[in-house]
């Protein structure tokens, strides 16, 4: 009778939670996603996840998925490192993750080879004519920056770049952007609040971005050394898009800006500034919400996407200058 | 004699061919010497640097030669990933 019992009330137990998982998954959200890096062309955004998929998004529209990258028998590519950067180069996909490769698929994600590189590159980016890597392991400004523009060949940018030598390898950590146009931006994640257009090179130019910072931040520009927690130094944006009429925009990243209670307050990828092709700052736009890209520009707004994907808009106002406050 | 010259000079030459072209992960491992940071800059909340070193600490336990060299930037390669992320979030 005992054991009849057990087995009734097991399979009424195991009858429940087949109903609680069915329930959970039917209601649940769909797993989140975040991206590592976005590719812009004038008309759509594609977004990358650490795990090889591609996102697509058009026009004010949010990122939805394209396509997984695959080998030829449909199976997910395997990654020894996760994907950490990607451009569309004429019709195949490229993909850099930290290797001394760039891994080549077809624009419908087909695994089709490799790229070599004279080094080890975590960022790729493309304009009309060629290909642009970063170095991981650069010594110096004249090492940071290579480019191809057969596909095969790199040359490091070394015109105009300082040979001096980086405090710390931390100074390869850089956003590369690239428009489709043909310039180029650079610049570091850590160090002062400098863009550097370095293609065409007769329009070569180190521009200064508005951004507001604390006095010990923005006395936080050079970095030493390999440290543990770089979020005190000045990060001064996240993100640069270059612009068809030869102007960029902006994405600030860290900020300390006084808040109500004249407190110094955190600002994290909230607002965007608009340069025009001579690097003056036209106008500044604030979020609602931290973002990580921008995506598009108008005359009007600017649409920034977090790096789950979530799309929001702001509209051009007066610019906001630079600013060092005290505590 | 002479083929002790012709040996000597052929690796003289190779050597000086060698110098040049030092790759950046050379470069990297002799200026920022790649060996686990000392004491580092742990007064922060990130764990960007302790996971770096315990990478460092696998590639010296289970690697030798050139794939410990390798294995060693791949770590560099994770602690970039890791405080792109604390610069970025």
Known sequence: ?327 | MKQFKRLFLAFAVVTLLAIPCAADDEVYNADFNIAPPVGGDNSGNGNCLSAYNNCLYNCDARTAGATRMGCKVDCWFDYYGCIANSAMG
């Open chain 1, 1 to 327: 009778v005992t054991t009849s019992y057990f087995r009734q009330l097991t399979g009424r137990l195991g009858v429940a939670a087949a109903v609680v998982l069915a329930i959970t998954a039917a209601f649940s959200a769909p797993p989140a996603v975040t991206f590592v890096d976005v590719f812009r062309t004038p008309s759509m955004s594609y977004f990358l996840t650490p795990i090889g998929e591609i996102y697509v998004a058009a026009r004010g529209q949010s990122p939805k998925k394209l396509l997984v990258l695959h080998y030829a028998n449909n199976l997910p590519y395997r990654w020894p490192k996760n994907p950490a950067s990607f451009a569309q180069w004429r019709s195949e996909w490229l993909v850099a993750n930290g290797a001394n490769q760039l891994v080549r698929f077809t624009h419908d994600g087909m695994f089709t080879g490799f790229v070599e590189l004279p080094i080890r590159s975590p960022k790729v980016a493309v304009t009309n004519d060629a290909i642009w890597i970063t170095n991981l392991l650069a010594g110096n400004v004249a090492r940071q920056l290579w480019r191809s523009t057969d596909g095969h060949t790199f040359v490091a940018q070394t015109e105009g770049a300082s040979q001096a030598r980086f405090t710390s390898p931390a100074k390869n950590l850089l956003v590369l952007a690239a428009g489709a146009d043909g310039d180029v931006y650079v610049a570091a994640i850590i160090g002062p609040p400098l863009v550097r257009r370095v293609w065409p090179p007769n329009r070569r130019a180190e521009i200064r971005i508005a951004g507001s910072r604390s006095k010990m931040r923005a006395g936080m520009e050079e970095i030493y050394g390999v440290v543990d927690d770089v979020t005190d130094y000045s990060l001064p944006l996240r993100d640069l898009l270059p612009l068809p009429d030869g102007g960029f925009a902006v994405l600030r990243n860290r900020e300390d800006v006084r808040g109500s209670t004249g407190k110094l307050e955190l600002l994290k990828g909230r607002r965007a500034d608009c340069y025009d092709r001579a690097g003056h700052q036209l106008s500044t736009a604030v979020f609602a919400r931290s973002v990580h890209w921008l995506t598009e520009v108008t005359n009007t707004k600017v649409i920034g996407v977090s790096n789950a994907g979530d799309l929001v808009l702001a509209t051009w106002g007066k610019p906001i200058p630079e600013e060092i406050l005290s505590p």
